[in-house]
Each structure stands twice: as structure tokens, then as C-alpha cells.
């Protein structure tokens, strides 16, 4: 699905083990919005975590980008994107506390959010947030999990992370209690860059190589990219639900141009 100056395709996929899809996903190339979500929870309670997360995000988002798309104020994409993942943290939490099919659920969380050449990246927990720019790809998030904690300690090897039983245990999450505490940060978006979301579903079976090949190999056609990553996990096990949303930036994308965009969404939104 392509907008004026981002490009965005998704793909999930219940893997191979799984009987329910916890991963959720949602964008809106228009508003520059894509976010995705792991949840977690027995009883199916973590597709409602996934689902809940994704849907709040986005709506407050939707509802948001208009006011500060006519400010000059270049932090207002940070407030609106932790305004909206407290306000779905706080959606999940109470569903946990009053539902008891719901109690202990959670979700992780990726998202990002486009807006004057730059764009706002958040996440919680061990859904990653990836960068191909000239062809060589970063990961621009540090997964809250005890397996990265034990890592960064030398408690395990990063060599034998793979076969860790720790590797799905993550030490923060969405939902879980009344306040999250979000890594947010704000970057440069330049023409060309494809930013990658992913739930662990991914990189815990397709390393960052492969990723790579994969994306610069057929970034000219991002939805068959979306689908051969999920394909590749699958044919590595596909033991894990397994979601990718890709977004590129087509062009330059500053705050002025979109005055004509801004005055159709505000006549929209009367």
C-alpha cells in the first residue's frame, strides 16, 4: 500500500506450531502509522492484548496527527505517540484486571511513526524495529528480554542465545501493570530507507543476514519482501506466530507539504 511519500506491506502468519495468531498488526501510509504487536495470555487472551494495542494505537494516532501536523512544535510527535501507547496500556491492564479469561495477558510493541523527515520510533519488549539504509541493515531497538539482560552481563553467550529456553521471557510488556515505561526516540527518515517491525517470531528464526539479503534483494517490491521473510520463517521452524510490517520512504517528506494533505483530513474529520 503506497502513499505519497512512504510505501507500506505486512505480512503475518500463524506459523507452523501456533493454533491462534497472538501477533497483531495495523497502518495507515496517509498518517505515516504502522505498529505491531505480540501478545500473550492463555484462553486466546493475548490476540485480544495484540488486537487491543494495535487498534488503540492507531485510532488515537488517526485522531491525533491532524492537531500536531499544524503545530510547529517538533516534539508533538513524541507526545502523541506515548500519549496513545498509554492510553492502550492502560486499555489492556484494566481488561486483564476485570476479565478473568483475561487475567496476565500482555503485548509487546513496535511502532513508528512518520512526520517531517523524520520518524518516531517506540517499542516494549522484544518486538524489534530495523533500518536498511545503503543496503546495510541496523537494528535501532535493544529487546527488554532476560535473554538480552544475560547477554549484557556474560551470563550466556550471544553464540548460544538460540538455543536459551529464556529466549521468549520479556522484562516488559504492554498491559501488564498500570504504567509502562516506553523506549522512545526520534530519527532521521531519508528517501530509500525501509524500516522493518517485527515480532521475535522473525529474528529468532532468520538472523540479521539473512534479513538483510532478503530486503535488499527485493526491496523494489515490498510486498513479495513481507511475504518471503515470513516464508523463511516457516521453512526455519516456524515455531512462533511470525509478523513484518515494511515501510519506505519514497521521497522527502517535509512538514510544509502537507498543508494540502492537512487541510482534506481536517474537512474529513468535521
Not at 488515537?60 to 517538533?74: C, D, I
Not at 524489534?128 to 545503503?134: A, F, V, W
Not at 521452524?237 to 513484518?244: A, I, K, L, Q, T
Request: charge should be negative; aromatic fraction near 6%.
Amino acid at each position: 500500500m503506497a502513499h505519497d511519500f512512504i510505501e507500506v506491506a505486512a505480512s503475518t502468519d500463524v506459523g507452523n506450531v501456533r493454533q491462534f495468531n497472538e501477533d497483531s498488526i495495523a497502518f495507515d501510509p496517509e498518517r505515516g502509522v504502522v505498529v505491531l504487536a505480540d501478545g500473550m495470555g492463555g484462553h486466546r487472551a493475548g490476540e485480544v492484548a495484540g488486537r487491543m494495542a494495535t487498534e488503540i494505537i492507531l485510532s488515537a494516532l488517526q485522531t491525533e496527527v491532524a492537531e500536531f501536523r499544524s503545530t510547529a512544535n517538533p516534539h508533538s510527535p513524541l507526545r502523541a505517540v506515548t500519549k496513545s501507547i498509554n492510553r492502550a496500556n492502560t486499555a489492556v491492564f484494566t481488561a486483564a484486571r476485570t476479565h478473568p479469561n483475561y487475567q496476565g495477558m500482555g503485548t509487546t510493541l513496535a511502532l513508528a511513526l512518520f512526520y517531517d523527515n523524520r520518524v518516531t520510533l517506540a517499542h516494549v519488549g522484544d518486538s524489534r524495529i530495523y533500518r536498511l539504509r545503503d543496503s546495510r541493515l541496523q537494528l535501532l531497538t535493544r529487546d527488554d528480554s532476560l535473554l538480552r539482560d544475560q547477554i549484557e552481563l556474560g551470563l550466556i553467550a550471544a553464540a548460544d542465545a538460540a538455543e536459551s529456553h529464556n529466549r521468549s521471557l520479556v522484562t516488559r510488556a504492554l498491559g501488564i501493570e498500570a504504567s509502562v515505561s516506553t523506549h522512545v526516540r526520534d530519527d532521521d527518515a531519508l528517501p530509500g530507507d525501509v524500516f522493518l517491525l517485527c515480532s521475535d517470531g522473525l529474528n529468532d528464526l532468520v538472523d540479521d543476514a539473512d534479513i538483510e539479503l532478503i530486503l535488499n534483494s527485493l526491496r523494489s517490491n515490498l510486498p513479495l519482501a513481507a511475504g518471503h521473510l515470513v516464508q523463511s520463517a516457516k521453512d526455519n521452524g516456524g515455531y512462533d506466530n511470525v509478523s513484518v510490517i515494511l515501510a519506505k520512504v519514497r521521497k522527502a517528506f517535509p512538514a510544509a507539504s502537507h498543508a494540502a494533505w492537512l487541510k482534506r483530513l481536517l474537512g474529513w474529520l468535521r
